[in-house]
């Protein structure tokens, strides 16, 4: 486990606001969670119109409710326009992909000539994995000034050639077609296998910010038609 992370995740309350207007791109509902999903919440609100519907998710979450003042129980239509919202969302969300076997299926097309197609259109800008809530990878650099020295984690990009660049100069992912498949490995195989969830939440932000307008949906059905 990260220390750092742990120490700061313990002294954090999170809350979340349920999606009612999810995007064209999204497919959450593909993934697991759901525009509504509580998931990793401990405070969780709903955006009424002109007021906000919050319920507590976690004892954290529970304290932080009772600390705040002016709280009014919920009526029942303000539970049933929760509902009605909670419904339009999910029924707004159209792109379906399956994940069902995807993880078991690119253990048998690990050196599959698709890899060389998949990435064609790849610039390996990065913008992907920066943008994305689960990509975490990062590097390692000393920095020294005025005769002190101090060890910092940077935010980095599997997908950038100096990601996987050894000392010696060899570098195990040389081109872009080894670092995207990694990144899909990553969230639908390695990620699987370590937590049972794939490291995909369904937010479509790397499909809208894609400058070479790469589909993260395509590139799953590609791979679970190759033969």
């Not at 992907?128 to 984690?153: M, N, Q, S, W």
């Not at 894609?210 to 590609?222: G, H, K, R, T």
Request: proline residues 5%.
């Amino acid at each position: 486990k990260d220390p750092y992370y742990v120490e700061k995740r313990k002294n954090t309350t999170i809350f979340s606001l349920a999606c009612s207007n999810p995007q064209m791109s999204c497919f959450c509902t593909s993934v697991g969670p759901g525009p509504f999903s509580k998931a990793g919440s401990d405070l969780f609100l709903v955006d009424l119109g002109k007021k906000f519907l919050l319920e507590p998710v976690t004892d954290k979450g529970n304290i932080m409710l009772n600390e705040i003042s002016g709280m009014q129980e919920p009526e029942e239509k303000d539970l049933a326009i929760a509902n009605e919202l909670q419904s339009g969302a999910e029924s707004k969300i159209k792109p379906h992909v399956q994940l069902d076997g995807l993880a078991e299926k690119l253990d048998g097309i690990l050196d599959h000539a698709i890899w060389s197609e998949i990435h064609e259109k790849c610039l390996g800008c990065g913008v992907c994995t920066y943008l994305c809530p689960t990509c975490h990878c990062f590097d390692i650099e000393d920095e020294a000034a005025d005769g002190k020295g101090r060890r910092v984690r940077n935010w980095d990009s599997c997908m950038f050639p100096r990601f996987t660049l050894e000392a010696s100069g060899h570098n195990p992912r040389p081109t872009n077609r080894e670092r995207m498949r990694h990144r899909i490995m990553h969230k639908f195989n390695y990620f699987v296998k370590n937590y049972d969830i794939s490291a995909c939440v369904g937010c479509g932000r790397c499909i809208r910010n894609c400058p070479a307008s790469m589909d993260i949906l395509e590139v799953i059905e590609q791979l679970g038609s190759a033969e």
